[in-house]
T-cell receptor
Framework: AQSVTQLGSHVSVSEGALVLLRCNYS??????LFWYVQYPNQGLQLLLK??????LVKGINGFEAEFKKSETSFHLTKPSAHMSDAAEYFC?????????FGTGTRLQVFP | NAGVTQTPKFQVLKTGQSMTLQCAQD?????MYWYRQDPGMGLRLIYY???????DKGEVPNGYNVSRLNKREFSLRLESAAPSQTSVYFC???????????FGQGTRLTVV
């Protein structure tokens, strides 16, 4: 079965600093990979996804992620954090018949 | 754009009571899911449905039942609520089982 590991349950950055949220997956075949964002008291919203093709994927709100098969990673980055980026972020991987989510990383952005 | 609609948004139950969480989607999606979210544990899949008339157990199905009433609706039932079922419940839908999912706003359930 697939699994996904998010390193760091909490990440804090200053406004304007680089955001890096880590995600590693276990898979013997190239999976579909997703990043979701959850703002307080809301549902999850898709940020970006990798299915096939270009390994650098751009999403909404200036986020991007790179699929690295050799490292089984799909880290999420944003060059310059904004206060509005404060939220919880979930990495997810496709299994044969469902999506498997990581435990989430809460991003705090300080002024 | 309604998307995925869950009702109710909040509920308090006493131990042993039953209730049904309702979910409806208007995106003509085949697949629907129920997840629960608990602090530090991410989202865990309770049940899912690949299409109308089919349901399957996910990671944490004990204490729950589901019904895929039609293509639009997928309900989750707690027959005898327990404090361990205190959680935030999310319904989601997607075009197929391993593609992106669209989420509802969640139901915050407290069992006392």
């Amino acid at each position: 079965a697939q699994s996904v590991t998010q390193l760091g349950s909490h990440v804090s950055v200053s406004e304007g600093a680089l955001v890096l949220l880590r995600c590693n997956y276990s898979s013997s075949v190239p999976p579909y990979l997703f990043w979701y964002v959850q703002y307080p008291n809301q549902g999850l919203q898709l940020l970006l996804k990798y299915t096939t093709g270009a390994t650098l994927v751009k999403g909404i709100n200036g986020f991007e992620a790179e699929f690295k098969k050799s490292e089984t990673s799909f880290h999420l980055t944003k060059p310059s954090a904004h206060m509005s980026d404060a939220a919880e972020y979930f990495c997810a991987v496709s299994d044969t018949d469902k999506l498997i989510f990581g435990t989430g990383t809460r991003l705090q952005v300080f002024p | 754009n309604a998307g995925v609609t869950q009702t109710p948004k909040f509920q308090v139950l006493k131990t042993g009571q039953s209730m049904t969480l309702q979910c409806a989607q208007d995106m003509n999606h085949n697949s629907m899911y129920w997840y629960r979210q608990d602090p530090g544990m991410g989202l865990r899949l309770i049940y899912y449905s690949a299409s109308e008339g089919t349901t399957d157990k996910g990671e944490v199905p004990n204490g729950y039942n589901v019904s895929r009433l039609n293509k639009r609706e997928f309900s989750l039932r707690l027959e005898s609520a327990a404090p361990s079922q205190t959680s935030v419940y999310f319904c989601a839908s997607g075009t197929s089982l391993n593609t992106e999912a669209f989420f509802g706003q969640g139901t915050r359930l407290t069992v006392v």
